[in-house]
């Protein structure tokens, strides 16, 4: 199974951007899944997540800006990014438990910049 993270880019404050994080290879079925950012000289923190039983959890710091969303055909998932602060700017990570296993994407750069 690999995940290909996509959708980065470099956004004015206030802008959005939609992250996509898609799986591919020999799936059963994507049961969680979150994405993670890491800004320079930090530690990779948890931005959004949603767990196997369906328990939604947002960093407080992106509590009504962000949203988590699947499509389940395609083995995706999104995170929709409203309201980008230059704060956001970080690498961004999907992780996905795909039949029981945790999978890394790659990674893609979110630049917030006027």
């Known amino acids: 199974v690999q995940l290909q993270a996509s959708g980065g880019g470099l956004v004015q404050p206030g802008g959005s951007l939609r992250l996509s994080c898609a799986a591919s290879?020999?799936?059963?079925?994507?049961?969680?899944f979150s994405w993670y950012r890491q800004a320079p000289g930090k530690q990779r923190d948890l931005v959004a997540s949603?767990?196997?039983?369906?328990?939604?959890y947002y960093a407080g710091s992106v509590k009504g800006r962000f949203t988590l969303s699947r499509d389940n055909a395609k083995n995706t998932v999104y995170l929709q990014m409203n309201s980008l602060k230059p704060e956001d700017t970080a690498v961004y990570y999907c992780?996905?438990?795909?039949?029981?296993?945790?999978?890394w994407g790659q990674g893609t750069q979110v630049t917030v910049s006027s």
């Open positions: 992780k996905m438990l795909v039949d029981d296993q945790q999978y």
């Open positions: 290879g020999r799936i059963i079925s994507v049961n969680a």
């Open positions: 949603i767990s196997s039983s369906g328990t939604t």
